[in-house]
């Protein structure tokens, strides 16, 4: 497997104390060999096609990341059965204009975490609707559906129960296979 993949990180929660963005550290710190680059989505104007000629600076920073990118790791909540707005905006941002989707056949792993039973399983179908249209490569097995509790993930990242933690490191050996195979090969495993 190749070392240092460039992997664009993806956040669906702005709060300060998001156990996404928690789990989205965990997930870097089980992939110590590749580079992961969170983007910063919380500065991105509302997409409006009349700016397309003309993006916004933080608009061509969004697309310049992603296109500088090998794969995509999306890390979602879920709000009302479904994706976030925040992260919705981001994705109609950079997949736009008609003919300059910055996402287009990169590799993608789609996770998140929840204090609910279902984790965010909506929500990561929503997202997985949006990324097929977009010619987005998205993994899709295993699924992950992370139920969260107090103190499952520290600050830094660190998963706390033994299963959980297990189970995350297939997930992220899975998704870096994935990718490997993405990008060398063009398509996905069978």
Same mark, same amino acid.
């Given at each position: ?28 710190? !089980? @992939?110590?060999? &590749?580079?992961?680059?969170?983007? =910063?989505?919380?500065?991105? #104007?509302?997409?409006? +096609? ?71 399983? !909506? @929500?990561?179908? &929503?997202?997985?609707?949006?990324? =097929?249209?977009?010619?987005? #490569?998205?993994?899709? +097995? ?49």
């Amino acid at each position: 497997m190749s070392t240092n993949r460039r992997i664009a990180v993806l956040v669906g929660s702005l709060r300060s104390q998001s156990i996404n963005r928690r789990l989205a550290l965990a997930l870097e710190r !089980l @992939a110590p060999h &590749h580079s992961f680059r969170p983007i =910063a989505i919380d500065t991105i #104007p509302l997409y409006n +096609q009349d700016r397309e000629a003309d993006p916004p600076a933080e608009v061509v920073r969004l697309k310049q990341t992603i296109e500088a990118c090998d794969a995509l790791l999306f890390v979602t909540p879920e709000y009302n059965r479904s994706i976030p707005g925040v992260l919705k905006n981001a994705i109609d941002t950079a997949s736009r204009p008609y003919g300059k989707n910055s996402f287009a056949g990169k590799p993608a792993g789609v996770i998140g975490t929840s204090s609910g039973a279902v984790g965010t399983a !909506l @929500a990561q179908q &929503h997202l997985r609707n949006i990324l =097929a249209y977009l010619d987005v #490569p998205t993994m899709g +097995q295993p699924e992950a559906f992370i139920q969260y509790s107090d103190g499952l993930i520290d600050d830094s990242g660190q998963v706390t129960k033994e299963a959980t933690a297990k189970f995350l490191q297939t997930w992220v050996d899975k998704y870096l296979a994935w990718i490997e195979h993405i990008v060398t090969r063009g398509a996905a495993p069978k």
